[in-house]
């Protein structure tokens, strides 16, 4: 009960700060573009047109959720401890965990309402210009699924870096920290690694335990290949077997991402004084 009373206060915030408002548009707009603009070229050349609005939305969310989710949930602990309300938070009979527990889910509550309502336009207005084959809106859903998924995580690891830190700009400077390293700088050192070590001792196994280690990788992993139907337009396809990872695996990898943050998180602020 009282985890869901703060993630309610967390949603109230929100939409109090316009958060779930800007975010929501924000995506909706970009979601739109895409389907709107990117799909042009498919009534040519024959494709599904769902299925590259998916493949594109998918880099998209790759980089922007992420850093949505990050900028949500960095002052979680260390903001009200700035504005002196986490004392008063503590003195009433609620537990730390539950502290924790509640922000993470008020907040990826907010992130989920704005991939829904913004990715969802963008498949309504598909569906009004031209309705995609039915194995694509599968795909899609699974898309937006695992959107919210991607985002709790980092939700999830801003509120770990939140409960660390007494001030809200170092806060902040590690959610951006951890924004470069998860979505740009890990694959490139990935890949500079692997042609440095020219499959002399990294083999697949270990390349398949080093992607799953990124939860940005593991999400484009699971959305770019899950679906045969995706898995065309987006080069993941055919003899190379781009990623022999079972869905089961890539959702679990995620999934991990989640809990794992969120039970560090629960441990840090049990030993934070306030």
């Given at each position: 009960?009282?985890?869901?009373?703060?993630?309610?206060?967390?949603?109230?915030?929100?939409?109090?700060?316009?958060?779930?408002?800007?975010?929501?548009?924000?995506?909706?707009?970009?979601?739109?573009?895409i389907a709107l603009l990117?799909?042009?070229?498919?009534?040519?050349?024959?494709?599904?047109?769902?299925?590259?609005?998916?493949?594109?939305?998918?880099?998209?969310?790759?980089?922007?959720?992420?850093?949505?989710?990050?900028?949500?949930?960095?002052?979680?602990?260390?903001?009200?401890?700035?504005?002196?309300?986490?004392?008063?938070l503590l003195s009433y009979?609620?537990?730390?965990?539950?502290?924790?527990?509640?922000?993470?889910?008020?907040?990826?509550?907010?992130?989920?309402?704005?991939?829904?309502?913004?990715?969802?336009?963008?498949?309504?207005?598909?569906?009004?210009?031209?309705?995609?084959?039915?194995?694509?809106?599968?795909?899609?859903?699974?898309?937006?699924?695992?959107?919210?998924?991607?985002?709790?995580?980092?939700?999830?690891?801003?509120?770990?870096?939140?409960?660390?830190?007494?001030?809200?700009?170092?806060?902040?400077g590690i959610a951006v920290?951890?924004?470069?390293?998860?979505?740009?700088?890990?694959?490139?050192?990935?890949?500079?690694?692997?042609?440095?070590?020219?499959?002399?001792?990294?083999?697949?196994?270990?390349?398949?335990?080093?992607?799953?280690?990124?939860?940005?990788?593991?999400?484009?992993?699971?959305?770019?290949?899950?679906?045969?139907?995706?898995?065309?337009?987006?080069?993941?396809?055919?003899?190379?077997?781009?990623?022999?990872?079972?869905?089961?695996?890539?959702?679990?990898?995620?999934?991990?991402?989640?809990?794992?943050?969120?039970?560090?998180?629960?441990?840090?602020?049990?030993?934070?004084?306030?």
């Open positions: 009960m009282n985890v869901m009373t703060i993630a309610a206060h967390e949603l109230r915030i929100g939409m109090r700060n316009r958060w779930a408002v800007a975010t929501t548009v924000l995506l909706a707009a970009l979601a739109l573009s990117g799909s042009a070229p498919t009534g040519v050349v024959k494709t599904d047109p769902l299925a590259v609005v998916v493949v594109s939305l998918s880099s998209l969310t790759m980089l922007l959720v992420p850093l949505i989710a990050l900028m949500l949930s960095f002052d979680a602990i260390v903001g009200e401890h700035e504005r002196g309300t986490l004392a008063l009979p609620v537990a730390r965990w539950q502290v924790v527990v509640g922000k993470i889910l008020g907040q990826t509550t907010i992130l989920g309402v704005a991939t829904i309502v913004g990715y969802g336009a963008a498949g309504v207005a598909l569906w009004q210009v031209r309705a995609p084959v039915q194995p694509a809106w599968g795909a899609f859903a699974a898309m937006v699924g695992t959107s919210i998924l991607l985002g709790a995580s980092f939700v999830a690891l801003g509120c770990l870096a939140s409960t660390l830190v007494r001030e809200r700009a170092t806060a902040a920290g951890l924004w470069l390293f998860f979505v740009l700088l890990y694959d490139t050192a990935l890949l500079g690694l692997l042609v440095a070590d020219q499959g002399r001792t990294i083999g697949r196994a270990t390349l398949d335990v080093l992607l799953l280690l990124d939860p940005a990788d593991a999400y484009r992993l699971l959305n770019m290949s899950a679906s045969d139907t995706v898995s065309v337009y987006s080069g993941m396809a055919g003899p190379g077997d781009a990623s022999r990872l079972p869905v089961g695996t890539l959702l679990a990898a995620l999934v991990a991402w989640v809990v794992a943050p969120t039970i560090a998180a629960v441990a840090a602020f049990r030993r934070r004084a306030v």
